[in-house]
């Protein structure tokens, strides 16, 4: 099945940089590549998601990048502010009848940002 | 406007008493999945509708059951608990398989006295 590797599992940075978390994945069969953001005892809230389709995507200050060739995938956030503090999974999807049909979810980075 | 909604949020049960976790959607969507989140981890996946058609994790134990008995309510049955079954279990939807959006539920934690 599915294994999603997810680094680093702390990230402390300071308000105003970016941070990046990286993900890598082993069944190049998997074509969908959401970002889960989950504040402490709450739901995980979708924050961003890409299809092996595209290379690139952005939303505001959030960004994600998949290499496909090397089954790695990162997440961006630019001028990052205190409420960007959370617990953020990356995941992956594999099509329809090869395997699991949910989510296989990374460890999870625990993003700190210091004041 | 709550989409997918799981009661209770908060559940309490013995040592091998039998427990139901519910789970109701307004999305009209045809999967519905349950997670399993212990702290500190991620959520895993235990098993998933597609509709009617029931779909087990190979490492799900058998001590969970689910059951939909129609397209807004999905239900996770716990038939022994055991103190490792202390959890949080996340529901959640989307309108199809793969390649699409799952909506979270807020989350049911269950203790095991």
């Known amino acids: 099945g599915e294994n999603v590797e997810q680094h680093p599992s702390t990230l402390s940075v300071q308000e105003g940089d970016s941070a990046v978390i990286k993900c890598t994945y082993s069944?190049?069969?998997?074509?969908?590549f959401p970002w889960y953001k989950q504040e402490l005892g709450k739901r995980p809230q979708l924050i961003i998601d890409i299809r092996s389709n595209v290379g690139e995507k952005k939303d505001q200050r959030i960004a994600v990048t998949l290499n496909k060739t090397a089954k790695h995938f990162s997440l961006h956030i630019t001028e990052t502010q205190p409420e960007d503090s959370a617990v953020y999974f990356c995941a992956a999807s594999h099509p329809p009848g090869g395997g699991a049909d949910g989510l296989t979810f990374g460890k999870g980075t625990h993003l700190i940002i210091q004041p | 406007d709550a989409m997918v909604i799981q009661n209770p949020r908060y559940q309490v049960t013995q040592f091998g008493k039998p427990v139901t976790l519910s789970c109701s959607q307004t999305l009209n969507h045809n999967v519905m999945y349950w997670y399993q989140q212990k702290s500190s981890q991620a959520p895993k996946l235990l098993f998933h509708y597609y509709d009617k058609d029931f779909n087990n994790e190979a490492d799900t134990p058998d001590n969970f059951q689910s059951r939909r008995p129609n397209t807004s309510f999905c239900f996770l049955d716990i038939r022994s608990p055991g103190l490792g079954d202390a959890a949080m279990y996340l529901c959640?939807?989307?309108?199809?398989?793969?390649?699409?959006?799952?909506?979270f539920g807020p989350g049911t934690r269950l203790l095991v006295l």
């Open positions: 959640a939807t989307s309108q199809q398989l793969a390649e699409e959006t799952q909506y």
């Open positions: 069944d190049s069969a998997s074509n969908y």
